[in-house]
């Protein structure tokens, strides 16, 4: 069932508590820089070049690191959005896919990465600008490492106000030593039905979805909520008696529909069951709409990432 959940999204970034805003020419000077793989080849600036299949394309485009962190930029978050939350954003992204090269292989034959969100990030060449153009630029090369290894960069939309750590809101093998569940302050811009939101499953729907994750029932009868992680969201659920990973069957249900599993409300209904609950996403390291409302306050990409993980570093992997 884990394999449901590796998709998306996705990321853990890195942090030196350093102050103001960081300009392309201001490398960081904390933290030992990753090796960068031999299986690489480097254009004329010396940055990696990758190939990436587009699934709306169904075509494969050989484009540099920075190009591709342009287009998930644009695919993860709104264009317009508070500079520092993009910078911060653009760093995830290129960390994710460096840390991507070095551990994963693309199930696209022939392609390093694809934009196919149920193995990467999101992806979108119409929505870049020059707003967008300028993050990227402004964080060249930046990775987020954790003793001198590129760290596992989650992020999501919405946390709910308060984030939960990789074991329990991805069942991840383990919790590294940089994540943390902390208090989160999502901006009140977010939408409305992503701050808190409601949603029915019929029993077919159920059954089906439980089926996946090889539990058998007919029709829900009783559900509960078992463990819960740091931050309360559910780590599974007891259904007519029944363990199921919550993280699993919020995928086999749809992640655009049951949106996280920070449930406040679960009951049987006359047709299914209805849940309710608040946030978006996984849960696990950077809140977009967290880091959205830090930049509103002038904190600086640096220091969002900071906040959502602890001891890391933020490197130059080229210039």
């Not at 853990?12 to 820089?33: D, H, I, Q, R, V």
């Not at 029993?203 to 931050?231: F, R, Y």
């Amino acid at each position: 069932m884990k394999r449901f959940l590796f998709a998306a999204l996705t990321v853990t970034l890195a942090f030196y508590w350093l102050s103001g805003c960081m300009k392309k020419s201001e490398a960081p000077e904390n933290g030992k820089k990753p090796h960068l793989s031999d299986k690489l080849t480097l254009n004329d600036e010396g940055i990696p070049e990758i190939t990436v299949y587009n699934i709306k394309e169904e075509l494969s485009t050989r484009m540099d690191v920075e190009s591709y962190v342009e287009g998930v930029l644009a695919g993860e978050i709104k264009n317009d959005w508070p500079e520092e939350a993009m910078k911060a954003q653009a760093i995830l992204a290129r960390t994710y896919v460096m840390r991507f090269l070095e551990t994963r292989e693309s199930k696209y034959p022939g392609a390093d990465i694809s934009t196919d969100i149920t193995e990467a990030q999101a992806y979108s060449t119409s929505l870049i600008n020059d707003r967008i153009k300028k993050a990227v630029s402004d964080t060249r090369g930046m990775v987020v490492t954790y003793d001198g290894e590129l760290a596992n960069t989650w992020f999501h939309a919405h946390s709910g106000g308060v984030t939960e750590l990789p074991q329990e809101g991805l069942e991840y093998k383990e919790n590294p030593p940089y994540t943390q569940s902390v208090k989160s302050p999502d901006s009140e811009r977010a939408p409305k039905n992503v701050r808190e939101w409601s949603v029915s499953f019929s029993n077919t729907q159920m059954k089906k979805a439980l089926g996946e994750m090889g539990i058998s029932i007919e029709k829900v009868d009783t559900i509960q909520i078992g463990e819960t992680g740091a931050s309360g969201r559910a780590v599974n659920f007891t259904i007519n008696g029944k363990t199921a990973s919550a993280p699993s069957l919020r995928i086999a249900l749809g992640s655009d529909k049951l949106k996280s599993t920070l449930i406040t409300s679960v009951n049987v209904t006359d047709n299914g069951v209805e849940f309710e609950g608040r946030g978006y996403g996984h849960g696990v390291g950077l809140s977009q709409w967290g880091a959205y409302q830090m930049a509103e306050n002038g904190e600086s990409a640096e220091q969002i990432i900071g906040y959502y993980f602890k001891d890391v570093d933020i490197v130059k992997m080229w210039d």
